[in-house]
């Protein structure tokens, strides 16, 4: 009798997956076309405020639909994010971790070559799968590791760009590098896994944990606007080179942010990177088409790797979705390959 259910939530998932992977895909391309057009663009931190701002008020409309009152919406409203501090303190966790991330990222790519900083970033993958393993008590059988590091191989093929001679002599601190590339992997697998058990330990509402993330990430983005490009708002404005298009962009990633949200609660982060790795080969095939990029031995060498870690992951009959409480019997988990 329980088959037909597991269907069904099967098929959500799979079409929470695959609205996810197109929506970074249509994501990527709008951004691609954005860079490539004419028209003057003034590209800053504003648009990830702007973002988070837009994913709020989605959240809220969301949320106000699925109460199907106004007195139990301001009640949820009142209980979960107004009266409950602490609740918005441990949400706050994940928007300083990912701006620390954001920032780490930043500058390994100063201080490394573009190549090394696109292989050695892309360790956020088995990092996430090892937080998962330490932070939810759950367990990856060896397939499943293995198609999680050549994901990892995948997706760095895909992305390869060859190194180009420059007579610009840039100083670089390599050992300086890799180690905030370090910091930025480790802030990327903790705040990503940290966000999941959030949202597994409890019965609060999606949207309601949602909410409380979001306020505190527009906090965090507008220290980051001030800090970063402050002098630049006074002078030509907020909203300086938005167009309905630069709108269309954000829009995109709104969307998506909120679909990798509902992933993340009814799947695991693991296989949101499979999804991300999916949308950044359709998009690349898009571009294809859409911009006449070429096709490179690497990135179809990439593409091939990516389609086999998503099938070999998806071999194993593990449930890696719901955090299992207690101690491990690893000897009854653990699936043999």
């Not at 939530?9 to 997956?17: D, P, R």
Request: hydrophobic fraction near 50%; proline fraction near 2%.
């Amino acid at each position: 009798m329980a088959a037909p259910k597991e269907n069904v939530n099967l098929l959500f998932k799979l079409y929470c997956l695959i609205v996810m992977t197109l929506v970074a895909a249509a994501y990527t391309i709008a951004l691609r076309y954005t860079r490539t057009s004419d028209k003057e663009l003034y590209f800053s931190t504003t648009a990830v405020c702007i973002t988070e701002v837009i994913k709020l008020l989605l959240s809220v409309g969301i949320l106000a639909n699925e109460t199907h009152s106004l007195g139990k919406f301001k009640t949820s409203l009142r209980e979960n994010v107004l009266g409950s501090p602490k609740e918005l303190m441990k949400l706050s966790v994940p928007s300083l971790v990912y701006a620390v991330q954001n920032n780490m990222a930043f500058l390994a790519l100063s201080n490394l070559d573009a190549a090394v900083y696109q292989v050695t970033y892309q360790l956020k993958i088995p990092c996430t799968a090892l937080c998962t393993v330490l932070m939810l008590n759950r367990t990856l059988s060896k397939l499943q590791w293995v198609s999680v590091f050549m994901l990892c191989g995948g997706v760095t093929l895909v992305q390869w760009k060859p190194a180009q001679a420059t007579k610009v002599v840039v100083e670089q601190n390599p050992l300086l590098g890799f180690g905030a590339i370090a910091i930025a992997v480790l802030c990327s697998g903790f705040a990503g896994v940290y966000f999941e058990k959030v949202l597994k330990s409890s019965d609060t509402s999606l949207w309601v944990r949602n909410i409380q993330m979001y306020l505190s990430g527009i906090v965090v983005t507008l220290v980051g606007v001030y800090l970063s490009d402050g002098d630049e708002i006074k002078e030509k404005g907020f909203f300086y080179g938005y167009t309905y298009y630069v709108w269309f962009v954000i829009f995109l990633a709104s969307v998506g942010g909120l679909y990798t949200s509902v992933v993340v609660k009814y799947t695991d982060n693991i296989m949101k990177g499979f999804s991300a790795a999916a949308a950044i080969v359709l998009s690349t095939i898009a571009s294809v088409m859409l911009f006449g990029l070429q096709i490179t031995f690497t990135f179809a060498l990439g593409t091939l790797l990516v389609c086999v870690s998503i099938y070999l992951y998806g071999l194993p009959r593990q449930d890696t979705t719901s955090i299992q409480e207690g101690e491990r019997a690893s000897k009854e988990r653990v699936i043999g390959v």
